[in-house]
């Protein structure tokens, strides 16, 4: 069955000219472009994205990192989408990624790891409402 995920382009990856890159492995993989977005995210809102890690030691430094530039936002559909695009992306400490995937390729360490991608479809809703309406889905 068809199912969504949710994806985030992080501000390290989007500086290092990696869009596109991303962007051509995610349509190579066949998963198909639901809605997409190009915004930076204040601290505030960063946080109250990652509110659910706000207990964890490193919140702060993802905070900061998630607001400090652009970053590309997306809902994307295919088969079992959410286990097919955490396999896409790899392990979330690159250093532990398989290789050919696109933190293996493009993430620098565990907190700049250049793409987010949703745990499980209940987190897929959630984060893709945080920044799409119905009206920006296609
Ligand atoms: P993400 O999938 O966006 O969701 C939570 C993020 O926390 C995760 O990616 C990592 O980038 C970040 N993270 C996890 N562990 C650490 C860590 N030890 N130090 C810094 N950031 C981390």
Known sequence: ????????????????????NILAMINKAGFRIVA??????????????????????????????MSSGPIVTAVLEKEDAVASFRTLIGA????????GT???LYAANVGENAV????????AQIEANFFFSSLDRF
């Open 36 to 65: 997409m977005k190009y915004l930076k995210l204040s601290e505030q809102q960063a946080g109250q994205f990652y509110a659910v890690h706000a207990h964890r030691p490193f919140y702060s430094e993802l905070v900061a990192f």
């Open 102 to 104: 696109i933190r293996k």
């Open 116 to 123: 987010h991608g949703s745990d499980s479809d209940e987190n």
């Open 92 to 99: 979330t400490n690159p250093a532990e990624a398989a290789e």
């Open 1 to 20: 069955m068809s199912t969504f995920t949710f994806t985030i382009i992080k501000p390290d990856a989007v500086r290092a000219s990696n869009i596109g």
